[in-house]
Nanobody
Framework: QVQLVELGGGSVQAGGSLRLSCVAS????????MGWFRQAPGEEREGVAS???????TLYADSVKGRFTISQDNANTVSMQMSSLKYEDTAMYYC????????????????WGQGTQVTVSS
């Protein structure tokens, strides 16, 4: 079991930046593949970025490549730097953990936090 807490959401104008952090109750090194997902009202949850349990392999959705960067800051914290934000990035963002190798498929993840809202105004 792992508890996850997302930090860092907020409101920003288009073109701006935000940094989201996910603090886990246990070390995720070598144990959990971590991912960031987002869900806009009326939409399905979609994978945004993920990082493997070694902190070396990263995957990104095409919609955020070159703008978002996921990183393992320390044993318990995974962050995502979001730059050049667009109106369509507006959503609730969730940090999720999977106890096996995976990618950006939400159904593969077993633990998630309460989410943090990101709102981008055009």
């Amino acid at each position: 079991q792992v508890q996850l807490v997302e930090l860092g959401g907020g409101s920003v104008q288009a073109g701006g930046s935000l940094r989201l952090s996910c603090v886990a109750s246990v070390s995720t090194y070598g144990r959990y593949w971590m991912g960031w997902f987002r869900q806009a009202p009326g939409e399905e949850r979609e994978g945004v970025a993920s990082i493997d349990s070694s902190g070396r392999l990263t995957l990104y959705a095409d919609s955020v490549k070159g703008r978002f960067t996921i990183s393992q800051d320390n044993a318990n914290t995974v962050s995502m730097q979001m730059s050049s934000l667009k109106y369509e990035d507006t959503a609730m963002y969730y940090c999720e953990a999977a106890p096996w190798a995976t990618g950006l498929r939400d159904s593969d993840y077993r633990f998630w936090g309460q989410g943090t809202q990101v709102t981008v105004s055009s």
